[in-house]
Nanobody, 121 residues
Framework: VQLQASGGGLVQAGGSLRLSCTASERTFSNYNMGWFRQAPGKEREFVATHTRRDGSTYYANSVKGRFTISRDNTKNTVYLQMNSLKPEDTAVYYC???????????????WGKGTQVTVSS
């Protein structure tokens, strides 16, 4: 499965961005989808996940209430709506797909190349 993320950019604090991640295969609906991010000098961290089985969503505490993950299986696409952005949200954002419903990057099988999000203060 190839994943292509897009939608990153430069935004002021308090602004919004919507990231998209499109998968290359029609079996997209068979995968749990997640967003992770990595800031300079830091380890990759979990942001949000959307399970394939019942559509449950989970969020990191740092983004809960501000970010929303959703998916459109007809378009093989998962989205991350990011509102009330903060400078500490600055990172490269990666989408990932896995068979296991998990918040761990180790459980994800396929990764996109990432898209840069920069939030200015």
């Amino acid at each position: 499965v190839q994943l292509q993320a897009s939608g990153g950019g430069l935004v002021q604090a308090g602004g919004s961005l919507r990231l998209s991640c499109t998968a290359s295969e029609r079996t997209f609906s068979n995968y749990n989808m997640g967003w992770f991010r990595q800031a300079p000098g830091k380890e990759r961290e979990f942001v949000a996940t959307h399970t394939r089985r019942d559509g449950s969503t989970y969020y990191a505490n740092s983004v809960k209430g501000r970010f929303t993950i959703s998916r459109d299986n007809t378009k093989n696409t998962v989205y991350l709506q990011m509102n009330s952005l903060k400078p500490e949200d600055t990172a490269v954002y990666y989408c990932a797909a896995g068979v296991l419903p998990s918040t761990s990057a180790d459980d994800m099988t396929y990764w996109g190349k990432g898209t840069q999000v920069t939030v200015s203060s």
